[in-house]
């Protein structure tokens, strides 16, 4: 029989990947990654030198177009498939990233009346500018006995479609009036991809509160928090919402030709990239914890039941894979917070003895900090060096260190900042636990268990659980391939649903991280300490940070 492929195309934080698949195996064939021109926009506005304010994070839209034009038709020249091998092509997005369209679809930032404007860009799901909108839409939301919030873990996040929108509306009023559509950057793409302006399943659960049944919370709760969203629902958030795996058109013959593939290939609906992960690995049954770790980390949950955890960023029936409820949660800052660490604060020495030794820094630090055994450095610190996502949900709060001393060195504070995300995770699934929802496995993709070892041992230790590593490198692309062959579905030799496609396709490697109970004794202790920082410094009013960001605001206004 003649071989299938789908392509699967990764829109992460800094760049997007495609990636050729074949469906009968999930064999990865080809891949190619396409660096955003523009990337990360949090300093400063492109054509305009206008400086952004603190938390803010932008993207240039056409910077996803480029992707698809510069890495589609790579992986097809690499592999040598035809394009009547490819029978759909799926997309995984960063979420909730999100824009202001035109009633044409053309983001507003690219419009010459527009572009000066910050609000007229795409804001980033690492925005946090919105926090003011989310504690109040989180407020009022409370008074009213809101019943959607239960489903998110008590509180909206401000990286979400909501809080972004308002602040859109309360910053910018003209940009709102202007704005026909406001869309997730997945759904923007697809719509460029096939004409059809439809939403996905999944960034409407967990970022914009729509439910299966229930749709979006009622106009009143719109109208309550502001007048000007009263009717948002129906107007800038309209939109057929479709369930993952679903085709959401074919490929529009602009798109045919300059993708080099067929016009009307199946496109599926689009999926969050940490999401896509799940079926990639394996892991379509409840109980297993699959840990998304690159800039940041998600943690994603399938169980049968709907349970209230706090801080989770949401539980989204069939949001993840049809039949289960889906538990997202997360950590706003993980190789973001090394990066900072390496980029920004190690000394020079450090950069110059990993370069002498051909390494990089961080390789150099992990071999370092490998060293030391747990509770060696003295140090501990509270990984919220971009906020806190879950359990705390709130983008105030920063990152701490404590212990240092003056023989302290950069290898320890590199390790002192692996742990903490590490406690930063125990304590996410500590909150599924107690509140009866199973973790009884833990799988880790993305970036990270690739790079670091070390790291992928401190979480196995301080978890006390075996980590799974996937296979793929790429496993939010391939998850996104999957669903792409879903969406094709079997008339066309593609999957009846992500069930079947994952029982071909999915793959986790061999080697897995067992914890040492050794180490895992001394991580108990350190983590009973890192509770109290959390608590401290995260709970029970303690303004501490909130009141530094405060002044830094007002001093650098
Ligand atoms: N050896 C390493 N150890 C820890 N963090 C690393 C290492 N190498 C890169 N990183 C960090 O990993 C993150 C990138 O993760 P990756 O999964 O590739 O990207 P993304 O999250 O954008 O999909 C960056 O923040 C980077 O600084
Ligand atoms: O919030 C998200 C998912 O819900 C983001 O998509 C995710 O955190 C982006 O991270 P990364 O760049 O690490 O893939």
């Given amino acids: 029989m003649a071989r299938q492929y789908t392509i699967g195309i990764d829109f992460g934080t800094e760049s997007g990947r495609a990636l050729l698949v074949d469906i009968a195996d999930g064999r990865e064939v080809a891949s190619h990654v396409t660096p955003y021109p523009h990337g990360v926009i949090d300093e400063v506005l492109p054509g305009t030198g206008r400086r952004l304010e603190p938390d803010w994070a ?3 839209p056409g910077d996803y177009l480029k992707v698809l034009i510069a890495s589609v038709p ?14 759909g092509i799926g997309i995984d997005f960063t979420a909730c990233t999100m824009m202001p369209l035109d009633a044409g679809g053309t983001p507003l930032c690219l419009l010459p009346d527009w572009s000066h404007d910050p609000h007229a860009w795409v804001k980033l799901w690492k925005h946090h500018a919105a926090q003011d909108e989310a504690n109040r839409l989180n407020e009022i939301a409370k008074q009213r006995g809101e019943s959607f919030l239960a489903r998110y873990g008590g509180r909206q996040s401000s990286e979400w479609m909501i809080a972004k929108i308002w602040q859109v509306a309360r910053e910018a009023e003209d940009v709102y009036a202007a704005a026909d559509l406001f869309m997730e950057a997945a759904d923007w793409v697809v719509l460029q991809m096939t004409g059809q302006l439809v939403r996905n399943s999944c960034t409407a659960g967990y970022k914009a509160i729509w439910h299966q049944e ?9 109208a309550a928090l502001d007048p000007r969203l009263d009717r948002l629902t129906e107007t800038k958030l309209r939109g057929q919402v479709l369930p993952l795996g679903s085709r959401a058109g074919g490929l529009s013959g602009e798109m045919a030709v300059a ?7 199946a496109v599926a609906a689009g999926i969050i990239d940490a999401h896509a992960a799940v079926p990639a690995v394996g892991a379509v049954m409840p109980g297993k914890l699959v840990m998304a770790m690159g800039t940041s980390t998600c943690h994603l949950l399938l169980s049968e039941q709907e349970a209230m955890v706090e801080g989770i960023c949401g539980v989204v029936k069939d949001g993840i894979v049809p039949g289960y409820y889906g538990y997202e949660a997360g950590q706003s800052a993980v ?3 090394f990066a900072w660490y390496v980029e920004q604060a190690v000394p020079e020495y450090v950069a110059e003895a990993a370069q002498e030794e051909g390494e990089s820094v961080h390789a150099y630090l992990e071999k370092r900090a490998a060293a030391y055994r747990p509770g060696a450095t003295g140090l501990l610190a509270l990984d919220w060096w ?6 705390l949900v709130n983008a105030d709060l920063s990152g701490v260190l404590i212990g240092a001393t003056l023989l302290t060195k950069p290898e320890e504070i590199y390790r ?7 406690f930063g995770t125990r304590k996410i699934i500590e909150a599924f636990v107690d509140q009866g929802v199973a973790v009884d496995e833990l799988y880790a993709c993305g970036g990270l268990p690739q790079r670091n070892h070390l790291l992928m041992q401190i979480y196995a230790d301080v978890t006390g659980r075996e980590i799974k590593i996937a296979a793929s490198t790429q496993t939010a692309a391939l998850g996104a391939a999957m669903f792409a062959a879903v969406a094709a579905g079997s008339a066309e030799g593609g999957y009846d649903n992500i069930l079947e496609a994952a029982a071909r396709m999915a793959h986790i490697r061999e080697e897995s991280f067992r914890p040492n109970p050794e180490n895992t004794a001394v991580y108990e202790r350190l ?3 890192y509770l109290k920082l959390h608590n401290y410094f995260g709970r029970g009013g303690n303004s501490v940070m909130a009141s530094l960001k405060e002044m830094k605001g007002a001093v650098r206004a």
């Fill in 386 to 391: 971009n906020g806190n996502r879950s359990v």
């Fill in 74 to 87: 790579e992986v097809l020249r690499m592999s040598g498939v035809r394009p009547e091998e490819v029978i």
């Fill in 214 to 222: 229930q749709g979006y919370p009622a106009h009143d709760f719109f």
């Fill in 335 to 337: 190789g973001d917070m």
């Fill in 527 to 529: 983590y009973q300490e």
């Fill in 416 to 422: 002192a900042l692996l742990e903490a995300s590490a």
């Fill in 58 to 60: 932008l993207q240039h």
């Fill in 259 to 265: 993708l080099g593939l067929r016009p009307g290939t």
